[in-house]
């Protein structure tokens, strides 16, 4: 699985965007970038996943750059309650393999009032 | 929604002793994962079952260390002769052949005195 680079830590205004960077030069043609969460004591959340074009759901939007080697997380309008550490994980996606998941250090993201 | 229960959610245990967790992955959800956690860290990769099989294990999962999964529902965790360094919260996951999302439990924090 590639690797990725995330910022230590971010912090972000409540109600304003949290963009949160995530490199992944050495990322493979069939590997895809997901992206979790995990609030304080509690287990880790999907938020999102992407291969080659942008997404959208009712958490986040995922921006892939053309040359898929960077992404970016955007929260809309973060909440306290969005206060968390952020990972970002490129792998394949398998019907064949385990597809378990390589969680680095991630990006402690504060939200503050 | 029951989500994925992990039992339970906090033990405390004598250096030496045996320590069995108990996982209640998503209903119909064949595929199930263990993780580990130290604080400050991203989880690690244990083990992974699809169904009842033990399809993959990590070299952290030392011998002391075994999973099982009868009849492809629920799994344990065994940890024999703990140790403090085995101190960390164990997490599980379970997600459905053909989707991106795993989902997680809320953990089982063990301190190992």
């Known amino acids: 699985d590639a690797k990725t680079t995330q910022p230590t830590s971010m912090d972000c205004a409540e109600g304003r965007a949290a963009n949160l960077p995530c490199n992944h030069s050495?990322?493979?043609?069939?590997?895809?970038v997901y992206w979790y969460r995990q609030i304080h004591s509690q287990g880790p959340q999907y938020i999102i996943h992407?291969?080659?074009n942008n997404e959208t759901n009712e958490m986040a939007s995922l921006i892939i750059t053309e040359d898929r080697k960077s992404s970016t997380l955007i929260l809309p309008h973060a909440t306290l309650r969005d206060t968390a550490v952020y990972y970002c994980?490129?792998?394949?996606?398998?019907?064949?393999?385990?597809?378990?998941?390589?969680f680095g250090g991630g990006t402690r993201l504060m939200v503050k009032p | 929604d029951t989500g994925v229960s992990q039992n339970p959610r906090h033990k405390i245990t004598k250096r030496g002793q045996n320590v069995t967790f108990r996982c209640d992955p998503i209903?119909?959800?064949?595929?199930l994962y263990w993780y580990r956690q130290t604080l400050g860290q991203g989880p690690e990769f244990l083990t992974y079952?699809?169904?009842?099989?033990?399809?993959?294990k990590s070299r952290l999962l030392s011998d002391r260390f075994s999973a099982e999964r009868p009849k492809g529902s629920f799994s344990t965790l065994e940890i024999q002769r703990t140790e403090q360094g085995d101190s960390a919260m164990y997490l599980c996951?379970?997600?459905?052949?053909?989707?991106?999302?795993?989902?997680f439990g809320q953990g089982t924090r063990l301190t190992v005195v």
């Open positions: 994980i490129v792998r394949v996606a398998s019907n064949n393999a385990g597809n378990m998941l390589t």
């Open positions: 996951a379970s997600r459905p052949l053909s989707t991106h999302e795993a989902f």
């Open positions: 079952f699809q169904n009842e099989a033990q399809l993959e």
């Open positions: 209903s119909e959800h064949n595929r």
């Open positions: 050495t990322i493979s043609g069939n590997e895809y």
């Open positions: 992407g291969l080659k």
